[in-house]
């Protein structure tokens, strides 16, 4: 269950896209500014926009009223093209009576000038001179207004800028100070190593979450250290207190089988019993090497030759692969390839591979080992039936009631290429186990 957790856990790790915390917490800066000038520049050029044209409107109102009040009072009808000429942005025109009265609109007009259309306010409004209806036009060049306005639109959104660019290079400034104290107890954690038995000296600060951070973490490896060194003394106890009882047996029934006077069913039980005690001393020695595994207590690093060992431990094997009639191909194309690693785990892992090949195969069958692009395949005959690739590296996993072994044998080797992140898969097809590694 621990290893699948673990493989799970590796396989969901490399697919998870990586972010620093930074790169997030500025994203989610950076989004809120955006949609906070995405709302408020558009809104503050449209409430101002409009803002202006209400104050136009009113200036223009009271330009009306001005000249109803004051002009209009004594002008005559026939005075009112010299009243035009001498007014710029109001003029008197006859009512068509198509216009509504008082009535604001913005349009464009041709500047004779400037040669361009300029944007205007203009005010269409219903007046009487000498008992005579008059359409009164009153109309005001806004173009400064606008301009004004996108000045500071412009200057709105530099604003807004500045701030969002502002804020990302202060946060990536102040980072490094802020999170100081999380990377130097990363490091520590980083570099505990449970065999020292010393706990990490994580300091404390003045920040209340990576101060609760170091307390726990303070706490976790204390815990962590004591079990560890309790399993470390199971486990040489272990060792030591089994290896000799299943001694003591083995050298008695030795003693019982060299008696005179055996009959053949006491002979065959003695037989069934030192078999028993050879199973229970491998399985014994299987659990332990799992445990020293799993308590990281294989030191001892040397530089393995791939190629020699697959061929010595083929050697080694040389009399159950002659019982069985098997025949055996080396390719090792590799010869040069070493590995830094624990002989006696890179041994147990070869030789738990073949054994397998050679219990699960045929009598007469065949098994190829092949070494090439780092990567060792042990292709062997089977009797036709796949193994059960869901158990076939949980322990005590028997594949079959015909052979014998104690189901460690796989479990044994995934839990070593889990320790040097190596990787072993299964396959059948055509009668033929191929062993990856």
Not at 41 to 61: K, Q
Not at 80 to 106: G, Y
Not at 167 to 182: E, M, Q, V, Y
Request: aromatic share 10%; with cysteine.
């Amino acid at each position: 269950m621990y290893q699948n957790d673990l493989r799970n856990g590796l396989q969901m790790d490399g697919r998870m896209k990586k972010r620093k915390l930074l790169n997030k917490t500025l994203r989610y800066y950076m989004g809120y500014g955006l949609l906070l000038s995405l709302v408020v520049i558009p809104a503050f050029y449209i409430l101002t926009r409009a803002y202006i044209i209400h104050e136009i409107d009113e200036f223009l109102l009271k330009q009306r009223d001005n000249a109803v009040n004051n002009d209009f009072q004594s002008l005559k009808i026939s005075e009112i093209p010299v009243w035009n000429r001498f007014n710029d942005i109001l003029s008197i025109m006859p009512d068509t009576e198509e216009s509504e009265d008082n009535a604001f609109v913005s349009k464009k007009v041709y500047c004779t000038q400037s040669q361009e259309f300029k944007p205007y306010r203009a005010l269409y409004s219903r007046v009487e001179i000498e008992g005579e209806k008059f359409l009164l036009y009153i109309n005001l060049n806004i173009e400064e207004f606008l301009e004004i306005l996108n000045a500071i639109t412009i200057f709105l959104i530099l604003l807004m800028f500045c701030l969002m660019a502002g804020l990302a290079i202060i946060t990536r400034l102040i980072h490094g100070k802020l999170w100081k104290p999380f990377y130097q107890t990363l490091s520590l954690t980083s570099q505990f190593n449970i065999q020292q038995d010393e706990v990490p000296g994580f300091a404390s600060v003045d920040v209340i979450e990576f101060d609760r951070l170091n307390n726990t973490l303070r706490t976790l490896t204390a815990k962590n250290l004591l079990a560890y060194k309790i399993q470390k003394e199971f486990t040489e106890n272990a060792s030591h207190e089994m290896q000799t009882p299943l001694a003591v047996l083995r050298s008695n029934l030795d003693m019982l089988a060299q008696h005179p006077n055996l009959t053949e069913e006491q002979t065959l039980i003695i037989q069934t019993l030192y078999e028993a005690i050879s199973r229970m001393a491998r399985m014994n020695k299987n659990l332990l090497l799992l445990a020293k595994m799993e308590n990281m207590q294989f030191h001892d690093m040397q530089t393995i030759n791939v190629a020699d060992t697959v061929e010595a431990t083929f050697s080694l094997l040389a009399k159950q692969i002659e019982t069985a009639a098997i025949s055996v191909e080396t390719h090792m194309a590799d010869q040069t390839l070493t590995l830094q690693t624990n002989k006696q785990l890179f041994e147990s892992l070869i030789h738990n591979v073949i054994t397998n090949a050679i219990k699960h195969n045929i009598t007469g069958g065949i098994i190829i080992a092949t070494l090439e692009d780092s990567r060792l395949d042990v292709v062997s005959t089977g009797t036709g039936d796949a193994l059960d690739g869901d158990r076939l590296f949980h322990r005590f996993a028997r594949m079959s009631h015909t052979t014998k072994g104690s189901g460690l044998g796989l479990a044994i080797a995934q839990q070593i290429c889990l320790l040097y992140g190596w990787e072993i898969r299964y396959s059948f097809e055509n009668g033929v186990h191929r062993f990856k590694v």
